[in-house]
């Protein structure tokens, strides 16, 4: 495959390109102002013509969305007043822009985006969804789903140093300038890395507030240490080849998302913490049993959350696609075959993706990997770090020494069939969170009454146990039972510590 042009000297216009875009408005809420909504709908399925339309008569900012976003040829003249102060043979020179015989055109990608604090713009290479592009062995993928999904899922509670593994264009670097004081960011490519400073750069952040190295994993960082780590690395489960530096490792199958859980813990700060995504094969009945493999025995605090499943054959048709491949083509069939083959000898019946958050302990391992099908509130940051918390909290404290009360916006829900003259029969009574997660526990009828006994200034755990056996004439509750109970529920947020 080829390499794209250079983009080497990008932050060196980086200035102006704030100037020009701050004066045209081409930010998030820009951009949507000028489309209106169905526009701004149309842009985002990679349907060009009624955002053309609606840039008829946009001004500076149309021909900014119609260069950048939709990557038409625009008028020279057109292109030079829009992007002023910035000259178009500087931005043709860096590798922004291209002449072609009617005109400039657009050779990476720059939009905004708003991570909830404002616009913020990233430099990214074209992804195909407005026009045909080759797709190079060095690009660099723009915001996409899964960097806009670890974005939110990671916490924002400010930090020393942060760790960017696999930046990519920068977009979780740049979204840690909010929170973090020293950022370093680490990729295979200097494509990537220049993008990053560019970005870093347009977003006049401080430079002396982040470090760009070049190289594979955690090789440029040596021996640090970091307050949290984030990190969107090339996880594709395939073949232990690279023909995309942005979606493959060159590692066997699941080999990059094993690497990560099994490295990162060496690199973080005592206390420290990780957000990552990964990806997981399933060959046999459980796949907690896989990623159990992947941590250490002593000193974190493990929380992997799987969010989907994928069977084989709609994994690699999803990434051939998204790689530009055109699944009717010979050449694209045999790549598949080829593929899933080594999927089916290794056993892969599923992959399974989703998030590893961590936090280095000096304490044996606690490890809870589960499922989250369930829709659930967005951003999922603090959830985590609350998480982690409330583990550290468990691991210090005495069940049945301890008050508690029942989260607000909790909800009790009782499922009950019709049985003929008998009527209602309850089947199922559930306790679910109503925010988060929305987790939902399955209790009996000694354990709704258990909860609606507690209170943060009541009796502790244990003395609520006692008290329900007495006034139901039942046999004394096993302080195990109820004390696994109440640490599932606390490690979900619905039962919630006095004072925590």
């Not at 008050?403 to 049985?419: D, I, K, N, Q």
Request: charged share 25%.
């Amino acid at each position: 495959m080829s390499t794209a042009r250079s983009v080497e000297d990008l932050a060196s216009i980086a200035a102006g390109l704030r100037s020009a875009f701050l004066r045209t408005d081409y930010t998030a809420d820009g951009i949507l102002n000028l489309l209106g909504t169905d526009a701004h709908d149309a842009l985002g399925r990679g349907e060009p013509v009624p955002v053309r339309r609606a840039c008829t008569d946009g001004g500076e900012l149309g021909v900014l969305i119609r260069l950048l976003l939709l990557g038409d040829t625009c008028p020279e003249g057109d292109v030079a007043a829009a992007l002023k102060p910035v000259p178009v043979d500087d931005a043709v020179r860096v590798g922004m822009l291209d002449h072609d015989d009617h005109g400039v055109r657009a050779a990476i990608d720059v939009r905004p985006v708003d991570f909830g604090t404002g616009s913020r713009w990233l430099f990214s290479d074209l992804d195909g969804s407005m026009r045909r592009i080759a797709i190079t062995d060095d690009h660099v993928l723009g915001v996409g789903q899964a960097s806009l999904s670890l974005l939110r899922a990671t916490a924002t509670e400010p930090v020393g140093t942060l760790l960017d593994i696999g930046t990519g264009c920068g977009v979780q670097a740049i979204h840690a300038a909010d929170f973090a004081r020293h950022i370093t960011a680490t990729d295979i490519t200097g494509r990537s890395l220049a993008m990053t400073r560019a970005g870093v750069a347009i977003n006049d952040i401080a430079p002396e507030r982040v470090t760009v190295a070049r190289g594979a994993w955690f090789g440029p960082v040596g021996g640090s240490r970091f307050d949290h780590i984030v990190a969107n690395p090339p996880f594709v489960v395939g073949l232990p080849s690279v023909t995309h530096t942005y979606r493959d490792s060159g590692l066997d199958l699941d080999g990059a998302s094993e690497l990560m859980c099994r490295t990162a813990p060496d690199f973080l700060a005592e206390g420290g913490t990780a957000s990552m995504l990964a990806s997981w094969t399933i060959r046999g009945d459980d796949w907690r049993e896989r990623v159990a493999q992947w941590i250490p025995d002593h000193g974190v605090d493990a929380w992997v959350v799987q969010r989907d499943v994928a069977d084989p054959a709609l994994y690699v048709g999803t990434w051939l696609r998204d790689a530009g491949h055109d699944l009717r083509d010979p050449a694209a069939a045999e790549l598949a075959d080829r593929w899933l083959s080594h999927l089916d000898d290794a056993g892969v019946r599923g992959i399974g993706f989703g998030f590893v958050f961590l936090r280095r302990t000096d304490e044996p391992t606690d490890l809870l990997a589960e499922e989250m099908s369930q829709a659930f509130d967005d951003p999922l940051g603090p959830e985590a770090a609350e998480y982690l918390r409330r583990v550290a909290w468990l691991r210090d404290h005495d069940l049945g020494e301890e008050r508690f009360s029942v989260r607000g916006g909790a909800a009790l829900e009782r499922v009950a069939t019709l049985t003929g003259d008998d009527g209602w029969e309850d089947v199922v009574t559930r306790i679910h969170r109503g925010d988060g997660p929305r987790w939902s526990h399955e209790i009996d009828a000694l354990g709704r009454s258990l909860l609606a006994g507690l209170r943060p200034d009541g009796l502790c755990l244990d003395e609520v146990a006692e008290l329900l056996a007495m006034a139901t004439g039942s046999d004394p509750l096993d302080p195990g039972d109820v004390h696994a109970m109440i640490e599932g529920l606390v490690r979900h947020g619905i039962v919630v510590p006095a004072g925590m």
